[in-house]
C-alpha cells in the first residue's frame, strides 16, 4: 500500500486515499521440480480419450506457469511417452525458467484383468533416478498397495491404493538418497522395479 502526498505553497498538504500496488520482482524464476498429473476429460481414466495435465511442484505464486502440451489425447492398448514442458516465467521481465519431463500418455483400460502368468506386464517408473517425486503407470486400472524397500530389505515405506492407473509418490522427505526397492502388489501379480533417489 502506498500513501500520496501533495505539498501546496504555503505549507498546506493533502493526503489522497490509499492505493493498492502490485510490486514485482526481476529475480530470475526457479527451475520447475515436481511432477506431471493428468486429469480425464469424462472423469474415468477408463474410457477418456483426452486428459489435462497439471503441474505439481513447488510454491509458484509470484511466477507463471505454463505447460505444453497441456492437453494429451489416449494412444490405444499401450501407454505412450510425451515430452511435455514446464515453464516458469517472471511476468515483469518476461524470463523463464523451463524443464522437460517424460509422461506417459494413459492409453484405455485393458478389457480383461492381469493373470498371474502374464509375464509381459511391467510398471513404468518417471523420472528414475528422481530428485523427489516419482510417477509410476501401470499396465492397467488395478487394487493394491506398494511398498518400498532400503537396499537392507528393511520396508521404509506402504501404502494402499484403489482403481488406479498411475501413482504419484513423494520420496524426497520420507527417506534419504540411496538406491530402493519398489513392489507393487495386486490380487493377480507383483511388480517390482528400483529406483534411485538423489536428492
Known amino acids: 500500500m502506498f500513501t500520496q502526498m501533495l505539498l501546496f ?14 510490486v514485482f520482482s526481476n529475480a530470475n524464476p ?5 511432477y506431471i498429473v ?47 514442458q514446464v515453464c516458469y516465467s517472471n511476468p515483469f521481465t518476461g524470463i523463464k525458467t523451463c524443464q522437460s519431463y517424460g ?10 484383468r492381469l493373470s498371474s502368468n502374464d509375464i509381459t506386464a511391467k510398471i513404468t517408473i518417471t523420472p528414475n533416478p528422481t530428485n523427489g517425486y516419482i510417477n509410476v503407470i ?11 524397500y532400503d537396499q537392507n530389505s528393511i520396508l521404509v515405506e506402504e501404502n494402499k491404493f484403489d482403481n488406479r492407473y498411475e501413482l504419484q509418490i513423494e520420496l524426497a ?5 540411496g538406491i ?17 533417489l538423489d536428492k
Open 103 to 112: 509422461y506417459l500418455a494413459p492409453a484405455p483400460c485393458l478389457n480383461s
Open 30 to 34: 526457479p527451475v520447475p521440480n515436481g
Open 138 to 148: 501401470l499396465p492397467e486400472t488395478l487394487s493394491g498397495n506398494y511398498q518400498i
Open 180 to 196: 530402493y526397492i519398489l513392489k507393487v502388489i495386486t490380487e493377480n501379480i507383483t511388480f517390482t522395479e528400483k529406483i534411485i
Open 38 to 84: 493428468s486429469t480425464p476429460d469424462d472423469g474415468n481414466i477408463c474410457t477418456a480419450t483426452s486428459f489435462t495435465l497439471d503441474f505439481v511442484g513447488q510454491n509458484v505464486s509470484y511466477w507463471h506457469v505454463n505447460i505444453s502440451p497441456r492437453i494429451i489425447f489416449a494412444t490405444g492398448v499401450k501407454p505412450k511417452q510425451k515430452i511435455v
Open 173 to 177: 522427505n520420507k527417506i534419504k538418497s
Open 9 to 22: 505553497t504555503g505549507g498546506c498538504s493533502i493526503n489522497s486515499p490509499v492505493n493498492s500496488y502490485t
